[in-house]
């Protein structure tokens, strides 16, 4: 059954976009970059996908990265991930990311995160004359992040300790980030986040500085069974305009994704793509800047299932005339919800289903399967896809497909068989198994095709 957005669900959408536009406030423009204000580094990025979506990800966040930018969405982890992100901007300036995701079954989900920039020498000077000496600058941020909710609405923080060094003077403070979703349809998501609500206030020397508080929000749609999604976020942070950011992401096959943004902030376009390969996933971004070109790379690793489901057959061949007569195909999931419904379907070399079955709610560890169609007849010899979907709590599929090759009668190995009869035997070739008969006796079938 589909399932619609009724007016109880869509209410909180519309509450939240009226919300995010009185906090705005009129007549704001759509254009600011970050140059000078305190603590521009928290705000490039977090991963190389986030970068290729113009970090238009406040209402998708479903990754350990993009849970940066709204910390709900570390609710929305199946499995243990840990990402690492590295870039190197402009001034010799280099930037790194790392996090760790940990989902569990009761607890909600934890994050560990950690961000760094290190930056080349500058040269010192004074008001009216430059030295000669050059210093450095870095700054860090680790912090721990927690998610909880439901399948539909989530909510997350983020405690951080911020450090910075510059030229020798350092400091440090703490802060907090906190952010919701609100997923009222499979195809619809929104978030909104606020970046240091509790604000880090770092003193370097004799004066203070306060890093500026920026808040979000955002959502994504999803179309084609989730293969191309459109993201949109309004941020606002202190001492700047209003700025828009937007992102598409197009899946045109399993391990491809492809991925474009604009950040109207720091006014630049990005692309990139993504390579999920089982449970590795490595992506790229170029992002086109005023201050020149910047190529990102980062790397993502989901331990168990990473994708909702996943299936394993414990044998590559079988022969439904052999030894081993059937095939057993493993199943796992994982999904933050529920499962409501499971199909498998096998199909012939031609495309043509041979045998489906299904089931309500979690699908068995093991389905076994000798090589018969739907009306219990052996299939022919030849090679067979195999395709299982879930469709969890929300209408969301997750599918996996593998295949096997069936060996029938006529690719077996030639093997004697022997017929005994009245004390003598006989000996030929043929393509079963050994079969004896006895005169005494009858006949007893002791393997291959009688």
């Known amino acids: 059954m589909k399932r619609l957005i009724g007016s109880g669900r869509i209410l909180p959408v519309l509450a939240l976009i009226a919300a995010w536009s009185l906090f705005a406030g009129p007549g704001t423009a759509w254009a600011a970059d970050d140059a000078g204000v305190p603590g521009g580094f928290l705000r490039y990025g977090a991963s190389a996908r986030s970068l290729a979506l113009g ?67 500058y040269q010192r000077s004074t008001w009216d004359a430059d030295l000669d000496e050059t210093f450095s600058e870095k700054e860090s941020i680790f912090s721990l992040g927690y998610a909880h909710g439901t399948s539909r609405l989530t909510w997350g923080v983020n405690l951080k300790a911020v450090g910075q060094d510059i030229g020798g003077a350092a400091g440090s403070s703490t802060g907090m980030d906190v952010g919701v979703m609100y997923r009222p ?34 959502l994504a749609l999803r179309f084609f069974k989730s293969r191309i999604c459109m993201t949109a976020d309004i941020v606002k942070t202190k001492y700047m305009d209003t700025s ?10 399993r391990y491809l994704v492809l991925r474009g943004g604009y950040d109207s902030e720091r006014e630049h376009m990005s692309a990139g793509a993504g390579f999920p390969i089982e449970n590795w996933q490595f992506d790229y971004a170029f992002v086109s800047t005023d201050l020149g070109s910047q190529n990102v790379f980062s790397a993502t690793m989901r331990f168990g299932v ?73 299939v022919d010899n030849g090679e067979y ?54 005169s005494s006796g009858g006949a007893t079938y002791r393997g291959g095709n009688q």
């Open 306 to 378: 990473p994708f909702g489901v996943k299936m394993k057959a414990d044998r590559a061949l079988f022969s439904p005339s052999g030894s081993d007569r059937n095939v057993t195909f493993a199943i796992q999931t994982a999904v933050r919800g529920t499962v409501e419904s499971w199909r498998l379907q096998i199909t012939d070399g031609h495309g043509r289903p041979v045998r489906t079955l299904t089931g309500n709610g979690v699908p068995p560890e093991g389905v076994t399967w000798a090589g018969e169609d739907s009306d219990g007849r052996l």
């Open 244 to 253: 828009f950011r937007g992102g598409l992401e197009i899946t045109p096959l």
């Open 185 to 218: 349809h499979r195809l619809l998501s929104v978030g909104a986040a606020v970046q240091n609500l509790i604000t880090p206030k770092i003193t370097l020397v004799d004066d203070e500085e306060e890093l500026v508080r920026s808040s979000r929000a955002g």
């Open 55 to 121: 970090n238009s990800v406040t209402g998708i966040a479903d990754d350990v990265a993009t849970a940066y930018w709204n910390p709900a969405g570390l609710a929305q982890l199946r499995t243990m991930e840990v990402t690492a992100m590295g870039a190197t901007m402009y001034n010799d300036t280099r930037y790194a990311f790392t996090s760790l995701g940990m989902p569990t079954e009761h607890w909600g989900t934890f994050s560990l995160n950690g961000t760094m920039t290190s930056s080349g020498e």
């Open 385 to 438: 896809d195999v395709h299982v979907t879930i469709v969890d709590d929300m209408g969301q599929e997750w599918d996996y497909d593998t295949s096997v090759e069936i060996l029938g009668f006529s690719d077996r190995t030639h093997v004697p068989i022997r017929v005994e009869v009245s004390g003598n035997s006989l000996e030929d070739s043929s393509e079963t198994n050994e079969t004896t008969y006895s």
